[in-house]
């Protein structure tokens, strides 16, 4: 049987046990979100020997090459050794500066990274508020023009992350663990074709930034943001939406609550096969985008969607 060494400990585990689920029987809380590769919470590096890695893709070479991997993505095949991700040591201090209700339950966080942080509207950042509590949340800032990281926290459903948000004062210190390049992003090349946002819930993070980046790139095809929400009082940044569809003919925009939605979806009509789509919010809400615009006939490789997948 393999052995593991980790923090001090050392214990046999069974060939071929998922790593995460190993290091957590063991009581090191290791943080989770997805199970899927996808979050980048639960990031180990390997000092000693190897692990059978199903997803080596999920990391840049220089991080596989640093000896970091995703323990949920990881089988244990040998002895290893291991140091866990740190947020201390690992991660970046960034300062709240600001941390406002922009809904019922849609909390906006504003954060001053330690150092200057290089990204692009639509990555996704893990953010760390303890040793083993981190959630992966999409950037809805747009870089080179706000002074701070922006994150808005869908504060629904009670959670550990979101309940230690609630608590969260301007110049509290958090951690900031990986950037992710999720799917979605604007590419000065769709600069004349029609551009569809189709958000749900705290979906419309990411592609709030992403609109605000067509639009500095003075995106000239027809711009429709569509945003869907449980009720009228959850669209968020209604406000902020209509100031810029003010501000520039081209754009449209429709906020829609869940029982409209279907209504709308059914009515969506191509006006262009270079209609380029981009997708956020729930497994559900993506699917029912993704397979209307599928019936109107936008072209599968035409169509981007980050899913908001729930805590397994």
Aim: net charge neutral; glycine share 6%.
């Amino acid at each position: 049987m393999p052995e593991l060494h980790v923090a001090g400990q050392s214990w046999s585990v069974s060939s071929a046990s998922n790593l995460l689920d190993a290091l957590n029987a063991a009581g090191l809380r290791v943080p989770y979100s997805c199970r899927a590769g996808s979050c980048h919470a639960c990031l180990v590096r390997c000092v000693r020997g190897e692990v059978e890695n199903a997803a080596p893709e999920a990391l840049s070479p220089e991080r596989l090459a640093e000896g970091w991997r995703l323990a949920c993505q990881c089988r244990v095949v040998d002895e290893l050794t291991l140091e866990l991700f740190d947020p201390a040591r690992d991660g970046l201090p960034a300062t709240v500066v600001a941390s406002d209700w922009l809904s019922p339950s849609v909390l906006r966080l504003r954060l001053q990274p330690g150092k200057a942080l290089r990204y692009s509207a639509g990555q996704h950042l893990v953010l760390w508020a303890g040793a083993a509590l981190a959630r992966p949340y999409s950037l809805a800032s747009l870089p080179g023009e706000d002074a701070w990281l922006e994150f808005h926290l869908d504060c629904r459903q009670p959670g550990a992350f979101s309940d230690a948000a609630r608590q969260f004062q301007p110049g509290d210190v958090l951690r900031l663990g990986e950037l992710r390049g999720g799917a979605l992003h604007y590419d000065p090349d769709w600069h004349s074709r029609p551009l569809w946002l189709l958000a749900a819930g705290t979906g419309l993070a990411p592609l709030w930034g992403i609109l605000r980046e067509a639009l500095r790139q003075q995106h000239e095809g027809p711009i429709r943001v569509l945003h869907v929400a449980h009720d009228s009082s959850e669209h968020y940044l209604a406000e902020a939406l209509r100031a810029l569809a003010a501000a520039h003919p081209q754009l449209q925009v429709e906020l829609l609550t869940a029982t409209e939605l279907a209504a709308v979806l059914a009515e969506l009509k191509l006006v262009s096969r270079q209609t380029r789509a981009l997708l956020c919010g729930s497994p559900a809400s993506v699917e029912s985008f993704a397979r209307r615009l599928y019936l109107a006939g936008v072209p599968r490789n035409q169509v981007l969607a980050d899913v908001f997948l729930p805590r397994a």
